[in-house]
């Protein structure tokens, strides 16, 4: 059974930062990653996703260019940082984790597809 843990969530202001960390317990190099995110009302969403060795990622459009997903393969560790925050990534931020691997257009972005969830991290922008 694999368990996932996130933490770093908190109350930010726009345009700080912050990182999210996903603890996974398991054989973590058998699983690509994935972080989600649900706001109030609304679905949950994909954030980011990568790959096995951490060579492939993939981005919502929201958040291209202000967030990185990682991951440490020796600390069983998945991270998300995000820059520039805005008011509208509100919402309680879940990692996931997806058996096996992926590459080019198989990027796995639908809650679905994932079978190991965290029980979420909430992150609130003040404007």
């Known amino acids: 059974q694999v368990q996932l843990v996130e933490s770093g969530g908190g109350l930010v202001q726009a345009g700080d930062s912050l990182r999210l960390s996903c603890a996974v317990s398991g054989t973590f190099a058998h699983y690509s990653m994935g972080w989600f995110r649900q706001a109030p009302g609304k679905e949950r969403e994909f954030v980011a996703a990568?790959?096995?060795?951490?060579?492939?990622?993939s981005y919502a459009d929201s958040v291209k260019g202000r967030c990185t997903i990682t991951r440490d393969n020796d600390k069983n560790m998945a991270y998300l940082e995000m820059n520039d925050l805005k008011p509208a990534d509100t919402a309680v931020y879940h990692c996931?984790?997806?058996?096996?691997?992926?590459?080019?257009?198989?990027?796995?972005?639908?809650?679905?597809?994932?079978?190991?969830w965290g029980q979420g991290n909430q992150v609130t922008v003040s404007s």
């Open positions: 990568i790959n096995l060795s951490g060579a492939g990622t």
């Open positions: 996931a984790a997806f058996s096996g691997g992926w590459s080019g257009i198989g990027v796995p972005t639908e809650p679905d597809e994932y079978d190991y």
